[in-house]
Antibody, heavy 118, light 109 residues
């Protein structure tokens, strides 16, 4: 059974860069799409970006200028960086696996809370 | 951008009752790329339905999905206590690639 685990700092200062990693266990990172999704406190879900195991990427236009997603197949990990963060970037950040054909998100990590504050 | 509008925002029902949740797309979409998720407080979303009407692995058959074009429905035939949660519909394929509805909160009456 595939498990996803997010890791990274829980507190980031305004204007700095947020960096998160998702470790995939119980299966290969190959053949799937891998996404980051976030959820601000009390709000809905916002998709941030995905990466295919080959390295092909797609970003939410609203965040594209500040986001980079990358994959390390040797470590079965993919990562997110979000630059120039503000309080509006405070959220629970989830990583998730996307089906290779219809891209529904069938496996999710438990999420990690990131707070932007000085 | 394809906008998904879910209704109602909050649905108050009792265990054993039938729940009908709606998801309306701002333009016609393929049901192949329409999914539903359940989220309990403090937990990650869980895939319920993919392809608008296919139950994900382990999802009980009291959950069903239907619809096409711009109107999609998630139905829970007989509510169990564990079904009271937040529900999101999601579409893949536009720009941004993934969009989510704003959610429907299913609460105990």
């Amino acid at each position: 059974q595939v498990h996803l685990q997010e890791s990274g700092p829980g507190l980031v200062k305004p204007s700095e860069t947020l960096s998160l990693t998702c470790t995939v266990s119980g299966g290969s990172i190959g053949s799937f799409y891998w996404s980051w999704i976030r959820q601000p406190p009390g709000k809905g879900l916002e998709w941030i970006a995905y990466i295919f195991y080959t390295g092909s990427t797609n970003y939410n236009p609203s965040l594209k200028s500040r986001v980079t997603i990358s994959v390390d197949t040797s470590k079965n990990q993919f990562s997110l960086t979000l630059s120039s963060v503000t309080a509006a970037d405070t959220a629970v950040y989830y990583c998730a696996r996307g089906d290779p054909y219809y891209q529904y998100l069938d496996v999710w990590g438990k999420g990690t809370t990131v707070t932007v504050s000085s | 951008e394809i906008v998904l509008t879910q209704s109602p925002g909050t649905l108050s029902l009792s265990p054993g009752e039938r729940a009908t949740l709606s998801c309306r797309a701002s333009q016609s979409v393929s049901g192949n790329y329409l999914a539903w998720y359940q989220q309990n407080p403090g937990q990650a979303p869980r895939l319920l339905m993919d392809g608008a009407s296919s139950r994900a692995t382990g999802i009980p058959d009291r959950f069903s999905g239907s619809g096409s074009g711009t109107d999609f429905t998630l139905t829970i035939s007989r509510l169990e206590p564990e079904d009271f949660a937040l529900y999101y519909c999601q579409h893949y394929g536009g720009s941004p690639r993934y969009t989510f509805g704003q959610g429907t909160k299913l609460e105990i009456k």
